[in-house]
């Protein structure tokens, strides 16, 4: 049994996720397989790109359900970008403007626009400050710079599921945590060392789990 | 604070690194994969692969090529060069790639822009626009710029301004903006087409062609508006390291990512 699966959602380009995942965390797959994510230790969910299409995606191809049982459970799961948003109830970003897409539900709260005089999408390095002590972010700077590309973000209804937050206009909420369930909003597998070494960390929350 | 970006640009021709003079006079600068890796060690914050080429086998040693370089490579990787298809998008990103830079087949088939941004994400697509200046600017007739395509062989009548606008509708996530009057130069960026650029969209825009000195990249990222600056000529030359460009920019009070949180 590998400790970690990479969930395929056949929406996200995940080869450099697994690339730099492994990099760190060598007993690492790649999977669509439910089964094999049900059987996984921890399971990573990265996604790009349109939050209705992988919604769409995931309730076509019976991967919804196995991800809500996951979450449910005590598993350490982290979602990276999309993935992190799809850990909301609710997302603005839909084809039909009056009628919000519908996301895992795990963690309270909405997935918002960026509005106002602001550059979107909001492509680049910027810095990511943990708001309190997390495994997540051990020997990280207090402020350490992530690359991001992205134009919606997750606004939690709970300030305690907030982790990180990154100046943007005012700023947004850049990581999550609700017990074991972790989201951040940039790519750590685009992040050079600060990435691996957040990859790193994800695999030693793991390792202190069994 | 979101950084200014650095991103170096090899432009590659038969699986080498060249460099011209305004699109002209191309000469061999070195091996693909070990430039990606000194730029990646250096603190590039991105990196850019044109490839250039034209012959038959492009298609696939396009693709291994891209594989051997995102090996190697923990950040972000845009390529571009001849990219005409969804198809072909996705074999590109499939080795590796984060995102596909458009030009030519973007103004033959803006369509593509769309098709593009709606398969693989908005943040995918990057137009690249090749503009020459069309008149130098007075008060009856104000200044203006050609887009050209074919790697600046055709001038296609449109302008930069309603071009870049059409791009950002059509879902592009960046623009990079290259200057064939300024390009291999050194002369500095053409900071009034910057300016227009980046005040007639909302998407970011990369500024390139014509760095040759620090304030160059300074001015591009302050007056000009640019969100990034793309260089190869200053760093092929080896003039300057990309430590030097992000300490002289950090000393003038811009925001950027660090050379030593990366290796």
């Excluded at chain 2, 990219?83 to 030009?103: R, W």
């Excluded at chain 2, 302008?159 to 592009?172: F, P, Y």
Aim: glycine letters at 8%; proline letters at 4%; one cysteine or more.
């Amino acid at each position: 049994m590998p400790r970690i699966v990479i969930i395929n959602s056949g929406n996200a380009n995940i080869s450099s996720v697994y690339k730099a995942v492994k990099a760190v965390l060598p007993d690492t797959e790649v999977s669509d397989n439910r089964q094999k994510i049900k059987n996984a230790r921890a399971v990573i969910f990265p996604g790009v790109g349109s939050f209705q299409h992988t919604a769409d995606i995931i309730t076509k191809n019976g991967l919804r359900d196995t991800l809500l049982e996951l979450l449910n459970g005590k598993k350490p799961f982290l979602g990276i970008c999309l993935g992190m948003q799809l850990l909301m109830s609710e997302s603005e970003e839909s084809a039909h403007a009056d009628s919000p897409v519908e996301g895992l539900a795990a963690i309270p709260g909405k997935v918002k626009i960026f509005t106002g005089s602001l550059t979107v999408p909001h492509v680049g390095w910027n810095t990511v400050k943990p708001l309190y002590d997390h495994p997540l972010f051990t020997g990280l700077e207090k402020e350490t710079y992530f690359y991001f590309t992205h134009s919606y973000f997750a606004q939690p209804d709970n300030n305690e599921h907030i982790l990180a937050k990154t100046p943007y206009g005012h700023s947004f909420v850049s990581a999550l945590a609700c017990e074991n369930q972790m989201g951040v909003q940039f790519h750590p597998e685009k992040s050079g060392k600060a990435g691996l070494r957040l990859f790193s960390n994800f695999g030693k929350i793991i390792a202190d789990q069994y | 604070m979101l950084a200014k970006r650095i991103i170096p640009c090899l432009d590659m021709k038969d699986n080498r690194v060249v460099k011209g003079t305004r699109f002209v006079d191309l000469r061999d600068v070195g091996d693909p994969t070990e430039m990606a890796t000194f730029y990646d060690r250096q603190g590039a914050d991105e990196l850019v692969v044109l490839d250039i080429s034209a012959s038959q086998e492009k298609r696939r040693t396009m693709v291994e090529t891209i594989r051997n370089i995102s090996d190697v490579l923990f950040i972000p990787l845009t390529v571009g060069g001849g990219i005409d298809s969804v198809s072909f998008m996705a074999e590109i990103l499939s080795a590796g790639a984060d995102k596909i830079s458009l030009n030519t087949a973007a103004v033959n088939n803006p369509q593509l822009i769309k098709d593009g941004a709606a398969r693989f994400g908005r943040q995918c697509i990057v137009v690249a626009i090749d503009v020459r200046r069309k008149n130098r600017g007075s008060d009856s007739e104000p200044v203006s710029w050609e887009v050209y395509t074919y790697g600046g062989r055709t001038a296609t009548g449109r302008d930069v301004i309603e071009w870049a606008r059409e791009t950002e509708q059509l879902g592009a996530g960046e623009i990079l903006l290259t200057s064939m009057d300024a390009d291999g130069t050194l002369d500095g960026y053409d900071l009034d087409l910057l300016r227009q650029v980046t005040s007639a969209v909302k998407i970011p825009v990369i500024a390139s062609g014509g760095a040759g000195k620090l304030e160059h990249l300074y001015a591009a990222l302050t007056e000009g508006n640019a969100h990034a600056v793309l260089a190869a000529s200053i760093l092929h030359n080896s003039e300057y390291a990309i430590a030097d460009i992000k300490a002289f920019l950090s000393s003038k009070g811009l925001p950027v990512r660090p050379v030593d949180n990366h290796n």
